[in-house]
DNA sequence: AAAGAATGAGACGGTCATGTCTCATTCGGT
DNA sequence: ACCGAATGAGACATGACCGTCTCATTCTTT
């Protein structure tokens, strides 16, 4: 029964050009299958003969790229401690999956198919309850709903995957800056 | 001589076709350019008569939209009074064009021909400038530079146009939001 | 070594958008 | 009313990409 060995080595397979593909989508979401498929070192019909179709292909990385995040939310432990450190730790579990993020994000607007995978609504949940937490224990000010401070987050997660693949800022200094602009905001202030 | 009556008659339309190409662009980036012509209320064969093609509308939008962003700029006076009230005076602004810049920036990603129009520079500049000149009068934290400020600027403004487009933030409530999270963060302080 | 599965290479047809062209029509100025 | 420019409608060729197929080759397993 070969089954088990073969599935294992697609698997292998499959996780090895999703990331390839993941690299390539989030620089240009215009890439040909062709393209993928010589990224991830395999010939165009075996990628075929993996995903059905590019639209299957986008389906499976949104489908990775929602349990990488959640992965990092794991990770970070949102419940735990005071509401600014849980969401300093996201910042920097999440950060390496920013790319595919707002790739995905961009072209979940071009699937108008009205069919959105149910695995955002659950992220936008957990996070959004992070920030409620963080209101209703008086460290994040209130005036700013939570589902806004959802979207800046993953707006500023973007922006800065951006800026350190176009090298405008250091991969090292990324976490730092995002998760203090988003707790501190540009303005010095001597307390806290 | 009817050049000046036809070339007026060209320039209105020129206008108001761009408007509408940005409109269709900014929610799907692959519009076609049928799509386009018929929003305008032209046939494809006039449009293809103004621009010599989709890359050439592609550009003549980038210009327009630079344009529109200097004007803003202007409008704000960034050099009059406090760098955290010519901030709040940029975000109002720059609010109507921020759908179209953020499509400008994910398709000059699109476009690695390397011609990247000189107009971008100008306006980094002027921002970067701004955050500086906050900086160097004691407003602004230190500790972020003032080029991932600016990506930063960029990133809120269009997670902010997106968010509205997709019903999530009120669009009365979006220069508030961006200008407040920009400047003071998510955290509760109690002075300033 | 033999059998079977997976792969690579490439051909093929289909679709879609683009860019160009022509021709009839309409609009505007004189 | 007339004439020229601008437009609309549509045909046409081109090119890119996709999805499917076949066949030879390579590897894996036994």
């Known amino acids: 029964m070969s089954h088990s060995v073969s599935l294992c080595l697609m698997a292998v397979d499959r996780e090895h050009v999703l990331t390839e593909a993941a690299a390539l989508l989030t620089r240009r979401s215009t890439t040909s299958m062709d393209e993928i498929a010589r990224a991830a070192g395999i010939s165009r019909a075996t990628l075929h003969r993996h995903f059905a179709g590019r639209d299957a292909l986008i389906r499976a990385l949104e489908e990775h790229g929602i349990e990488r995040f959640a992965r990092a939310m794991d990770a970070a432990r949102l419940d735990d401690g005071d509401a600014a450190g849980a ?17 995905l994000f961009t072209e979940n607007q071009l699937f108008e198919s009205g069919t959105v995978n149910a695995g955002w609504a ?31 987050f993953y707006g500023l997660l973007g922006a800065g995957a951006w800026a350190v693949h176009e090298g405008r800022v250091a991969r090292n200094d990324l976490d730092h800056s995002i998760a203090e602009l988003l707790l501190g905001g540009i303005r010095r202030s001597m307390e806290k």
């Open 122 to 152: 659950r992220l936008d949940a957990r996070l959004t309850a992070l920030f409620r937490r963080g209101q209703e224990e008086g460290d994040f000010r209130v005036d700013l709903s939570s589902a806004w401070l959802t979207e800046a």
């Open 87 to 103: 969401l300093r730790r996201l910042v920097r579990e999440a950060e390496p999956v920013a790319g595919v993020l707002a790739f």
